[in-house]
Nanobody, 129 residues
Framework: VQLQASGGGLVQAGGSLRLSCAAS??????????LGWFRQAPGKEREFVST????????YYADSVKGRFTISRDNAKNTVYLQMNSLKPEDTAVYYC?????????????????????WGRGTLVTVSS
C-alpha cells in the first residue's frame, strides 16, 4: 500500500487548506481500510488528528481540531481528505496520512503508530500568525 499526501502549504492564521491523500497498491481495496491523518510538529511527538472508518460511517477527531477540521473519503478514488478551517499557528506540522486494514476501535491506540499499518511521507502545513 502506498499513500501520497498533498495539499500542504503556507497559509495565514484563520485561513483554510484541504489535504488529500491518494492510496494505491496492487491489492489495495479502499473499502477494507481505515484512513486517517496524523501530524508532527517540530520537536514534538507525532499525534493523532483524525480517522475515518472504511465506509465513512464513523469519524474521530482530536480535541484540538474538533469543529475546525473535517475528514472525508471517496472510496471510488481511493482518496481521503482533510478540510482544515480556522487554522492556527499551532496547527503547523508535517501531516501524514495512514491506513489500517480491518477492525478499528477508534483513537485508542498508542503512539507512534496509533494502530495504523501504512504511512505516507507527509505534507508540510505552515500557519503564519
Amino acid at each position: 500500500v502506498q499513500l501520497q499526501a498533498s495539499g500542504g502549504g503556507l497559509v495565514q492564521a484563520g485561513g483554510s487548506l484541504r489535504l488529500s491523500c491518494a492510496a494505491s497498491g496492487r491489492t489495495f481495496n479502499s473499502d477494507s481500510y481505515v484512513l486517517g491523518w496524523f501530524r508532527q510538529a517540530p520537536g514534538k511527538e507525532r499525534e493523532f488528528v483524525s480517522t475515518i472508518t472504511q465506509l465513512g460511517g464513523n469519524s474521530y477527531y482530536a480535541d484540538s481540531v474538533k469543529g475546525r477540521f473535517t475528514i472525508s473519503r471517496d472510496n471510488a478514488k481511493n482518496t481521503v481528505y482533510l478540510q482544515m478551517n480556522s487554522l492556527k499557528p499551532e496547527d503547523t506540522a508535517v501531516y501524514y496520512c495512514a491506513a489500517r486494514a480491518g477492525y478499528y476501535s477508534g483513537p485508542v491506540y498508542a503512539a507512534p503508530f496509533y494502530g495504523m499499518d501504512y504511512w505516507g511521507r507527509g505534507t508540510l502545513v505552515t500557519v503564519s500568525s
